[in-house]
Nanobody, 125 residues
Framework: QVQLVESGGGLVQAGGSLSLSCAAS????????MGWFRQALGKEREFVAA????????YTADSVKGRFTISGDAAKKTVYLQMNSLKPEDTADYYC??????????????????WGQGTQVTVSS
C-alpha cells in the first residue's frame, strides 16, 4: 500500500501564490507516476498536473499551464505544485494521486490507484 499526505492549501487573494506538497509513504518504490487533480464544488475531478518517475517528464493541464508548475523528488517520492497567478476559478479541493502500473497517459482519475485526502485551496476575488 501507498499512503499520500498533502499539505499547503489555504486561502489566498486572486493573483497570489500557494505551494502544495505531497509525500508518499509505504511501498513507494512501486509508484511510477504522481500527479495532482482538483475538484470544485459540484464539478467532476479535473486533472491539473503529473510527473513520471521513469522519465522525469511533466504534464500540465491547459487550464493552468503557465501558472502552475509541478516538480518532484523521485528518491523521496514527493511531489510539489507551485501555483502562481491564482484565480477564483482555481478554488477547489486539490488531491494528490499516485499509481503503480503503466499507463500511456496521465490525465484521467482512473489512471491512478492511490489518493490523498485532499487539501482545500480558496482564492478570493
Amino acid at each position: 500500500q501507498v499512503q499520500l499526505v498533502e499539505s499547503g492549501g489555504g486561502l489566498v487573494q486572486a493573483g497570489g501564490s500557494l505551494s502544495l506538497s505531497c509525500a508518499a509513504s509505504g511501498r513507494t518504490f512501486v509508484t511510477n507516476a504522481m500527479g495532482w487533480f482538483r475538484q470544485a464544488l459540484g464539478k467532476e475531478r479535473e486533472f491539473v498536473a503529473a510527473i513520471s518517475w521513469s522519465n522525469g517528464r511533466t504534464y500540465t493541464a491547459d487550464s493552468v499551464k503557465g501558472r502552475f508548475t509541478i516538480s518532484g523528488d523521485a528518491a523521496k517520492k514527493t511531489v510539489y505544485l507551485q501555483m502562481n497567478s491564482l484565480k477564483p476559478e482555481d478554488t477547489a479541493d486539490y488531491y494528490c494521486a499516485a499509481r503503480n502500473f503503466y499507463s500511456a497517459t496521465y490525465s484521467r482519475p482512473y489512471e491512478y490507484n492511490y489518493w490523498g485526502q485532499g487539501t482545500q485551496v480558496t482564492v478570493s476575488s
